[in-house]
């Protein structure tokens, strides 16, 4: 392709931009007999709720829209290497999910959600893995979870909590929230992922979707802010990097557990 010789830094730049989405837009490989998913469901991936997490089947793979593949740009080089185990604590759709089984060495990825159709979504498309063992989804509350966490063989390596701490602290349309304190959030979130959890999320209440705020009493609106949420992490884990915007940091978190000398005092 030709570049225009009018803007050549205008271009560049929207090349470079596609460019860095390119790796992943290739998408999600280890299936097989996509072309047999029924249309209802290949429409649930390609269409739903959030519009940002939506993908394509093609025969052996899946394929993100562009939104999707530059969430994954984004938060994927935030795993560690190798990648050994992941928990995504909203899977939605699983892309995540599929995305860190089919990355080599990651032996277990499991994905959560409390909304029961994205949950039985996944599973049928997860019939479609060329290897389903290392593959698992659960409707299940965060809770429920840190205290079930051998039976889903032991605490993560990583995890992934994204878009959704709001709606696990303060609760939605879907489910009321959990736990009284962001305390109790990050004691679990601990149990839960004993090494690094990538925490992209809006922390401000003000910043919040306005069918979360409009539910909120006033003392837990208050207590919902950048400060009590980041003390609260702190007890358990140790911010390793926040980047982008301060009130929806992409944050890196190690459990202090997995840190020598670095337990909370
Ligand atoms: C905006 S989506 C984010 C999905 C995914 N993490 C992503 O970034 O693409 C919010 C997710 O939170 C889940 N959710 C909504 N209300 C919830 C609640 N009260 N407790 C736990 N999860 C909830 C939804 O099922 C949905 O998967």
């Known amino acids: 392709m030709s570049v225009s010789p009018l803007f050549p830094r205008l271009w560049q730049g929207i090349l470079s931009h596609w ?30 709720y959030p519009r940002n997490h939506t993908f394509t089947l093609k025969e ?15 938060l994927a080089p935030q795993y560690p290497t190798p990648l050994t185990s992941l928990v995504d604590l909203s899977c ?5 999910v599929f995305d860190a089984a089919s990355r080599p060495g990651c032996r277990r990825a499991l994905g959560v959600d409390i909304d029961l159709s994205c949950v039985q979504a996944c599973r049928e498309l997860a019939k479609n893995l060329v290897l389903p063992e290392s593959v698992a989804f659960q409707q299940i509350t965060l809770p429920e979870l840190a205290n079930r966490i051998d039976d889903f063989g032991g605490p993560f390596q990583t995890a992934l909590l994204v878009n959704t701490y709001q ?6 349309e879907f489910a009321p929230g959990v736990g009284g304190s962001h305390r109790e ?7 839960i ?41 702190d ?26 000398g670095r337990a909370a005092a």
């Not at 052996?60 to 984004?74: F, G, H, N, S």
């Not at 911010?239 to 944050?251: A, E, I, K």
């Open 193 to 233: 992922c004993s090494g690094r959890l990538v925490f992209h999320n809006r922390l401000s209440f003000d910043d919040l979707q306005k069918s979360v705020q409009v539910r909120t009493p006033a003392h837990e609106a208050k207590d919902y802010s950048p400060k009590s949420i980041l003390e609260a992490a």
């Open 92 to 96: 939605s759709k699983g892309y995540f």
């Open 235 to 260: 007890e358990f884990f140790i911010v390793q990097s926040s980047t982008g915007d301060p009130l929806r940091p992409l944050l890196v978190l190690e459990n202090r557990a997995a840190i020598p």
């Open 19 to 48: 460019g860095g989405v390119g790796e992943t837009v290739e998408g999600c490989s280890g299936f097989h007999n996509l072309a047999g998913v029924p249309a209802e469901l290949r429409s649930f991936f390609q269409q739903s």
């Open 60 to 74: 052996d793979r899946l394929v993100p829209t562009r939104r999707l593949a530059e969430r994954v740009a984004q």
């Open 167 to 172: 709606y696990l602290r303060l609760g939605s």
């Open 185 to 191: 959030l990050f004691e679990w979130l601990g149990r």
